[in-house]
């Protein structure tokens, strides 16, 4: 016979994996949009934007998309209560960290300078800053 203490914690998590999912959404769509009006450009690496964009979500943290996919994985872990898909969330946070490390990074500095630099050095790159940053733009 199941647990009947277990119910309300598997359905605790399966409400923590739907906010993570409903935060995540917007945020990667907000960013999404940044991207194409503001950066005149797509997220694809291959095509990088004209311009640096540090408004919206990218006020509280350099990687709001890198952020609000994994939370969307993790969310989804949560709700389906997978293993599997937790540690697919694991691979893809560990996967886009070394890649923000070892491409975007110096591929922004080079493009954007100081701009960049004076961004990087007030914004984390994954937890969010708490007040807004109202630096240049």
Known sequence: MA???AIPRLAALRI???ILILAGLPIL???FARFAIQG???PAPVFPTR???VTGWYRYVRNPMYVAVVSIILGQALLFASVHVLEYG???WLVTHFFVLAYEEPKM???FGDQYREFSAN???RIPRLTLWSGTR
Request: aromatic content about 0%; cysteine-free; charged content about 20%.
């Open 3 to 5: 647990d009947v203490r």
């Open 16 to 18: 923590a994996g739907v």
């Open 29 to 31: 769509l907000d960013s």
């Open 40 to 42: 005149l450009s797509t």
């Open 51 to 53: 311009h640096l964009v």
């Open 90 to 92: 694991a691979g893809t």
């Open 109 to 111: 500095r080079a493009t």
């Open 123 to 125: 914004v984390p790159r």
